[in-house]
């Protein structure tokens, strides 16, 4: 993107004195969940199965199934899907390595031919519901509670992969399509629960029969070709449809009718009919293809386009302390692009298909010979495209280098530079990050570390003095990203210097550089909107988006126009609509000259959001929307869809009823609320909620109980733990308020709201040498703090 130049900065939004008022607001005050598009999170195994030919499903006991005719054409002169069996003619060498390749076999019709686990009716018991397997009139069945708690026969419709899990799908009404709790051990060859041991039972949003599970939504665009959910949200139904079961040519290169036409009469161009090449492809270009389904990212409407930036189609996480841990190494299920994208391998140009064969998924080489075509005793790369630039000529496949024994554990390059994780109990996955292991490090920051993890039946102390003795202390001559994030997140002395070093660097990857400008509305400061502003011209979409949110937060929202106003132009939808998002409420006047653009693109949010009503989040999206714009008679309306879409998402219940309670129906919205909190009794967002309605109503005692019930539940979630520090304040309990602000302060010393009203409390009953401890402690970590200026 074009550089614009520096022009002086607006100030920093400053903090405004605490009060109980602030507790009141609709929708956005306690809708701490709800943001541009809720995370929709993968939860399904690696892909597995596939035929050809469109699918033509058995009948199934259900009224709509999951396949329909195809979808109408495109507009002419646009690409569209074929049948895939074209592409066996020209390119058999391809179709023969992905034949039998988990791509080919991730869905797959429930036929005696696909089906691995065992229907000879089977039972196991999980908790309190038993699932017994078994055939009946040539198919495939399980008996077991279903979305009422009644157990009951379901007919199996889909397979799910093939190894080491496969997983199965059960269509219920509606052409819902819901992936089974319990899977089968391709390995051990015996029924598993994905959940073990957390009690799931039909009441649970894990259940298999809740939306979390529904794999309309959830898994089947990354088991299938061409495939669109096609949700009516007037009736609540799926009219799913897919070209062809399994990952098959098209859905990494695209829509192949003008590919047809190109090689029925070749030109010469390298393109061949397609928008782009993926075999020429870098690896950026390559890494966004497999990551619409190798990354944990959030879907930005129904279906893909291929070849447009990954960022059009799908909202990518950053590396957030939920997900990853302090190094960046994978913590929840995450797939491999966050991984990849913040290694040294991506940022010389290696690419996927450098390791694997995308068309038979395995690796291009065994062992560490796929390993050694760069990181070989000549030193240098045999791929193309690729920097070498600091390659050593060294022998890595010898115990000279990995200290191990060949053949045994820890001689293989991925044992120590790929550790992983068992994710759905079974499923190893290895970490793309390509780390070097440093086992003092991690004991210092608490990370993962291959040798600890290994040998942990040994004193970290003795392994990490071992290593010392093989490899030497490495020598530091830049900030460490893990050592930076342990400073920042962790509240220590010097934590705002460590963040600005970090982001000073020039070959920081792009997804380390968002996560930590996500860090930096906690840093507040002249110098922190100046960071956030440089890098809003970013050429990474994903930076430019971390960017636009801190300057939202660093910036009262009457002034973030005339800084991010240009991104609503951006080229990546992704981008467009969260800054849209981000002014909302802004008045038209001080939008200016971006008006046009703003209402184009919270146009564009909005659909975003509606092609995503089959999920209960997209639905209170649109209501904060409908609300924050005036169109009051569309929010109810939105909020109730929500409940519809999914009775026990929380966030929505509360959110109709404070809408209910502010319209005057307090008998509504009491019932509602208690109805909730009898069917989800340690809720801490429910307990929230029903502090808040008592004390509007004048129950202050009772209010308070509840609020300490909400942090108490919740103890992580500062929101609940500030919130009721000052309704004991408010109250007239400084003491106790005082006593909560110092716990959450020892749980998250890089908490400023708490520090920040702890230094108010204090002041007030007089305390100065106190107040005095917590401004050192406060301009310790960010000596730039606008609020140490108000203090003096």
Same mark, same amino acid.
Request: charged share 20%; glycine share 6%.
């Given at each position: 993107?074009?550089?614009?130049?520096?022009?002086?900065?607006?100030?920093?939004?400053?903090?405004?004195?605490?009060?109980?008022?602030?507790?009141?607001?609709?929708?956005?005050?306690?809708?701490?969940?709800?943001?541009?598009?809720?995370?929709?999170?993968?939860?399904?195994?690696?892909?597995?199965?596939?035929?050809?030919?469109?699918?033509?499903?058995?009948?199934?006991?259900?009224?709509?199934?999951?396949?329909?005719?195809?979808?109408?054409?495109?507009?002419?002169?646009?690409?569209?899907?074929?049948?895939?069996?074209?592409?066996?003619?020209?390119?058999?060498?391809?179709?023969?390595?992905?034949?039998?390749?988990?791509?080919?076999?991730?869905?797959?019709?429930?036929?005696?031919?696909?089906?691995?686990?065992?229907?000879?009716?089977?039972?196991?018991?999980?908790?309190?519901?038993?699932?017994?397997?078994?055939?009946?009139?040539?198919?495939?069945?399980?008996?077991?509670?279903?979305?009422?708690?009644?157990?009951?026969?379901?007919?199996?419709?889909?397979?799910?992969?093939?190894?080491?899990?496969?997983?199965?799908?059960?269509?219920?009404?509606?052409?819902?399509?819901?992936?089974?709790?319990?899977?089968?051990?391709?390995?051990?060859?015996?029924?598993?629960?994905?959940?073990?041991?957390?009690?799931?039972?039909?009441?649970?949003?894990?259940?298999?029969?809740?939306?979390?599970?529904?794999?309309?939504?959830?898994?089947?665009?990354?088991?299938?070709?061409?495939?669109?959910?096609?949700?009516?949200?007037?009736?609540?139904?799926?009219?799913?449809?897919?070209?062809?079961?399994?990952?098959?040519?098209?859905?990494?290169?695209?829509?192949?009718?003008?590919?047809?036409?190109?090689?029925?009469?070749?030109?010469?161009?390298?393109?061949?009919?397609?928008?782009?090449?993926?075999?020429?492809?870098?690896?950026?270009?390559?890494?966004?293809?497999?990551?619409?389904?190798?990354?944990?990212?959030?879907?930005?409407?129904?279906?893909?386009?291929?070849?447009?930036?990954?960022?059009?189609?799908?909202?990518?996480?950053?590396?957030?302390?939920?997900?990853?841990?302090?190094?960046?190494?994978?913590?929840?299920?995450?797939?491999?692009?966050?991984?990849?994208?913040?290694?040294?391998?991506?940022?010389?140009?290696?690419?996927?298909?450098?390791?694997?064969?995308?068309?038979?998924?395995?690796?291009?080489?065994?062992?560490?010979?796929?390993?050694?075509?760069?990181?070989?005793?000549?030193?240098?790369?045999?791929?193309?495209?690729?920097?070498?630039?600091?390659?050593?000529?060294?022998?890595?496949?010898?115990?000279?280098?990995?200290?191990? &024994?060949?053949?045994?554990?820890?001689?293989?390059?991925?044992?120590?530079?790929?550790?992983?994780?068992?994710?759905?109990?079974?499923?190893?996955?290895?970490?793309?990050?390509?780390?070097?292991?440093?086992?003092?490090?991690?004991?210092?920051?608490?990370?993962?570390?291959?040798?600890?993890?290994?040998?942990?039946?040994?004193?970290?102390?003795?392994?990490?003095?071992?290593?010392?003795?093989?490899?030497?202390?490495?020598?530091?001559?830049?900030?460490?990203?893990?050592?930076?994030?342990?400073?920042?997140?962790?509240?220590?002395?010097?934590?705002?210097?460590?963040?600005?070093?970090?982001?000073?660097?020039?070959?920081?990857?792009?997804?380390?550089?968002?996560?930590?400008?996500?860090?930096?509305?906690?840093?507040?400061?002249?110098?922190?909107?100046?960071?956030?502003?440089?890098?809003?011209?970013?050429?990474?979409?994903?930076?430019?988006?971390?960017?636009?949110?801190?300057?939202?937060?660093?910036?009262?929202?009457? &002034?973030?126009?005339? !800084?991010?106003?240009?991104?609503?132009?951006?080229?990546?939808?992704?981008?467009?609509?969260?800054?849209?998002?981000?002014?909302?409420?802004?008045?038209?006047?001080?939008?200016?000259?971006?008006?046009?653009?703003?209402?184009?693109?919270?146009?564009?949010?909005?659909?975003?959001?509606?092609?995503?009503?089959?999920?209960?989040?997209?639905?209170?999206?649109?209501?904060?929307?409908?609300?924050?714009?005036?169109?009051?008679?569309?929010?109810?309306?939105?909020?109730?869809?929500?409940?519809?879409?999914?009775?026990?998402?929380?966030?929505?219940?509360?959110?109709?009823?404070? !809408?209910?309670?502010?319209?005057?129906?307090?008998?509504?919205?009491?019932?509602?609320?208690?109805?909730?909190?009898?069917?989800?009794? &340690?809720?801490?967002?429910?307990?929230?909620?029903?502090?808040?309605?008592?004390?509007?109503?004048?129950?202050?005692?009772?209010?308070?109980?509840?609020?300490?019930?909400?942090?108490?539940?919740?103890?992580?979630?500062?929101?609940?733990?500030?919130?009721?520090?000052?309704?004991?304040?408010?109250?007239?309990?400084?003491?106790?308020?005082?006593? &909560?602000?110092?716990?959450?302060?020892?749980?998250?010393?890089?908490?400023?709201?708490?520090?920040?009203?702890?230094?108010?409390?204090?002041?007030?009953?007089?305390?100065?040498?106190?107040?005095?401890? !917590?401004?050192?402690?406060?301009?310790?970590?960010?000596?730039?703090?606008?609020?140490?200026?108000?203090?003096?």
């Amino acid at each position: 993107m074009p550089k614009k130049k520096n022009k002086a900065l607006p100030a920093v939004d400053q903090p405004a004195k605490r009060s109980f008022s602030f507790l009141y607001p609709l929708l956005a005050g306690l809708l701490l969940v709800a943001t541009v598009v809720i995370w929709f999170l993968l939860d399904r195994s690696a892909p597995t199965t596939t035929s050809v030919a469109p699918p033509t499903p058995a009948p199934v006991a259900a009224p709509a199934p999951a396949a329909t005719p195809p979808a109408p054409e495109p507009a002419a002169n646009s690409a569209t899907l074929v049948d895939e069996a074209q592409c066996q003619g020209c390119h058999s060498e391809q179709v023969k390595d992905w034949q039998g390749s988990h791509h080919q076999l991730a869905m797959e019709e429930a036929r005696s031919d696909t089906v691995l686990g065992d229907f000879n009716n089977r039972s196991f018991t999980e908790g309190h519901e038993t699932t017994r397997f078994f055939q009946k009139d040539g198919s495939f069945w399980v008996n077991t509670p279903g979305p009422d708690g009644q157990t009951a026969d379901f007919r199996v419709a889909y397979t799910f992969g093939i190894a080491p899990l496969q997983q199965y799908l059960i269509e219920l009404s509606g052409g819902r399509l819901q992936a089974l709790g319990v899977a089968w051990d391709v390995e051990k060859h015996r029924w598993f629960h994905l959940y073990p041991g957390q009690g799931v039972d039909f009441k649970d949003e894990l259940h298999w029969s809740k939306p979390q599970q529904n794999a309309n939504f959830m898994c089947v665009e990354c088991h299938t070709t061409g495939f669109k959910r096609n949700f009516d949200a007037k009736t609540g139904t799926y009219a799913s449809h897919w070209q062809a079961l399994g990952v098959g040519c098209q859905s990494c290169h695209g829509p192949a009718s003008q590919h047809l036409t190109w090689a029925a009469k070749p030109d010469g161009d390298d393109k061949r009919g397609f928008a782009s090449s993926l075999s020429k492809a870098d690896a950026t270009t390559q890494v966004e293809t497999c990551g619409r389904c190798h990354a944990r990212r959030a879907p930005l409407g129904d279906g893909f386009s291929a070849h447009k930036r990954f960022m059009d189609d799908y909202l990518p996480s950053p590396l957030t302390a939920a997900l990853y841990e302090l190094d960046g190494k994978i913590k929840e299920e995450v797939f491999e692009y966050g991984s990849f994208t913040q290694s040294k391998m991506f940022a010389k140009g290696v690419r996927c298909s450098n390791c694997h064969n995308p068309h038979s998924t395995q690796l291009r080489a065994p062992g560490n010979t796929v390993c050694l075509q760069c990181h070989n005793p000549a030193g240098k790369t045999a791929l193309p495209g690729i920097d070498g630039a600091g390659l050593q000529a060294k022998n890595y496949d010898s115990p000279e280098h990995h200290k191990h &024994q060949p053949g045994q554990p820890g001689s293989q390059c991925v044992d120590c530079h790929m550790p992983g994780k068992f994710y759905m109990v079974n499923d190893f996955r290895h970490d793309h990050g390509f780390s070097i292991p440093n086992p003092a490090r991690a004991q210092k920051l608490g990370t993962p570390d291959a040798c600890l993890t290994c040998h942990k039946d040994t004193a970290a102390s003795k392994v990490a003095e071992q290593f010392g003795l093989w490899y030497g202390t490495p020598t530091q001559t830049e900030p460490r990203y893990d050592e930076s994030l342990w400073l920042i997140r962790n509240g220590k002395p010097g934590a705002s210097r460590a963040l600005y070093a970090m982001l000073e660097q020039k070959d920081l990857p792009a997804i380390r550089r968002a996560t930590l400008l996500a860090e930096l509305p906690d840093f507040p400061s002249q110098r922190a909107l100046r960071v956030a502003n440089r890098d809003l011209d970013s050429n990474d979409p994903q930076v430019r988006l971390a960017a636009a949110q801190a300057v939202s937060a660093l910036m009262p929202a009457e &002034q973030r126009s005339g !800084l991010i106003g240009r991104l609503l132009n951006d080229p990546v939808r992704a981008v467009r609509i969260d800054v849209a998002q981000s002014l909302l409420g802004v008045p038209e006047q001080t939008l200016g000259r971006y008006l046009p653009a703003w209402n184009k693109a919270i146009a564009e949010y909005e659909q975003v959001q509606l092609s995503l009503v089959d999920r209960a989040e997209a639905n209170l999206n649109l209501a904060m929307l409908y609300q924050a714009q005036g169109r009051s008679a569309l929010v109810e309306p939105a909020l109730r869809d929500a409940l519809k879409r999914d009775p026990d998402f929380l966030p929505a219940q509360v959110s109709l009823m404070q !809408l209910l309670d502010s319209n005057y129906r307090t008998n509504e919205a009491r019932a509602l609320l208690d109805s909730a909190m009898q069917q989800h009794p &340690q809720s801490a967002l429910l307990h929230h909620a029903n502090g808040l309605a008592l004390i509007r109503r004048g129950e202050r005692p009772a209010g308070i109980k509840e609020l300490a019930e909400a942090a108490r539940l919740e103890p992580a979630n500062a929101q609940y733990g500030f919130v009721y520090a000052i309704a004991l304040h408010d109250s007239g309990d400084a003491p106790a308020a005082i006593k &909560q602000l110092e716990q959450m302060l020892e749980r998250q010393p890089n908490d400023r709201q708490a520090r920040l009203t702890l230094i108010e409390y204090w002041r007030e009953t007089g305390q100065i040498q106190k107040v005095q401890v !917590l401004q050192a402690e406060l301009e310790q970590l960010n000596p730039d703090d606008p609020a140490l200026r108000q203090a003096q």
